[in-house]
């Protein structure tokens, strides 16, 4: 059965600090975010036209077209059943059929995947989803459609849809956010794929400025007070001390709460300023992309039902059934209309978790202990 949802929350017992939990908390969130690159040809421009750069091997006479590498910063968020890679909009333009994602996993590896290995099986090209006017890119993968060992293997770790905050107009000045990303790619070592992070206040609240890749466009921004680093455009802005905090018995869940998209550095005379895409264009350019939609069912290793729901825009949105290895049905919940209660259980049949949902996002993880 496909893990319902992939949590990088972190359990941790009721007499906690800043201190005990926060570095924690962060090294779950840094496997889900990945270095995005691919090979471009390399173009020079001379008095305005742009020319492809080739090389001339003297040895067999032929040109070989000069290729560069191009890349960015990621990130995984998981909705429902459904898995997206998320990166700014001028970065996917040049990440192609060859791209390439590289991350540290959930075990601590390092990982080099292609982007294509992550698609559904009949996908053909990258179709990255491109919002309307932000510099927001989402590119659907087919992980439902792999095997669980495959996934398990590789170790993909991913951000909730519903940690996303959906709207906000002011941040406090006094508060500090995360980015995370992969900067100075070309510096960095190739044997250690962990994401760089850079802690940074809020220096405004939501504005309206161009982007600068397109001009024309004008997007809602919020700066921080430091200029970005090539290479953390695509990612990822939390809140570092304002997650939310879910008790149950004695344990807390600590979540991130993601406020934006890194999209480029805003430069004056005075100085430069990092401008965040707020975070309402990642849940918008997420709900234009593919998702599952209709009926689905999870079976066990041996091809049997395990259950069947409803699913609507990936969200889960009924359980019509559930059984035990041995077919006999056994509590499914009351999941109706994206409202009520899914009962989850492992392979040998025993309930480990109910899960909750109010139009169809999940609000509570309740943990069966034995």
């Not at 070309?186 to 850079?198: F, G, Q, V, W």
């Not at 600068?212 to 990822?236: A, C, M, V, W």
């Not at 975070?279 to 999870?298: F, L, Q, V």
């Amino acid at each position: 059965m496909r893990k319902l949802i992939i949590l990088i929350s972190l359990i941790i017992q009721s007499n906690f600090s800043h201190s005990q939990y926060i570095d924690s908390d962060l090294r779950k969130v840094f496997s889900s975010v990945v270095l995005i690159g691919d090979s471009i040809p390399k173009i020079h421009v001379i008095n305005g036209k742009k020319y492809d750069v080739y090389l001339h091997d003297k040895l067999t006479n032929k040109l070989i077209h000069f290729k560069d590498q191009s890349s960015g910063s990621g990130f995984l968020i998981t909705k429902g059943l459904d898995d997206y890679l998320i990166t700014a909009e001028h970065v996917a333009r040049n990440i192609g059929a060859n791209g390439f994602i590289r991350f540290r996993n959930i075990k601590d590896k390092n990982i080099e995947i292609k982007i294509s290995d992550l698609l559904p099986e009949h996908a053909k090209k990258l179709d990255w989803v491109y919002h309307p006017i932000a510099d927001v890119a989402v590119l659907h993968l087919g992980l439902n459609q792999k095997d669980s060992l495959y996934k398990k293997n590789i170790g993909l770790s991913f951000l909730n849809f519903d940690e996303i905050k959906s709207n906000f107009s002011t941040l406090d000045r006094y508060g500090e956010l995360t980015v995370l990303g992969f900067p100075l790619n070309h510096i960095l070592s190739k044997k250690n794929y962990s994401p760089i992070t850079k802690n940074l206040r809020p220096a405004s609240d939501i504005i309206s400025l161009n982007r600068f890749d397109k001009k024309h466009i004008t997007n809602e921004f919020f700066l921080l007070d430091d200029p970005s680093i090539s290479g953390f455009s695509g990612g990822l802005v939390i809140e570092t001390f304002h997650h939310s905090v879910e008790k149950s018995g004695n344990n807390y869940t600590i979540k991130p709460s993601i406020l934006g998209l890194v999209h480029g550095t805003v430069n004056g005379k005075s100085g430069g300023f990092a401008a965040i895409l707020p975070s309402k264009y990642i849940i918008e350019a997420i709900n234009m992309a593919p998702s599952t939609s209709g009926k689905y069912t999870y079976r066990y290793p041996d091809g049997s039902i395990w259950s069947e729901v409803i699913l609507k825009n990936g969200l889960h949105w009924e359980v019509i059934s559930n059984f035990n290895p041995n077919g006999k049905p056994q509590e499914k919940g009351n999941l109706k209309d994206g409202n009520g209660s899914f009962y989850s259980y492992n392979e040998e049949g025993t309930l480990i978790y109910i899960y909750m949902y109010k139009k169809g996002v999940l609000t509570n993880i309740e943990e069966i202990k034995e």
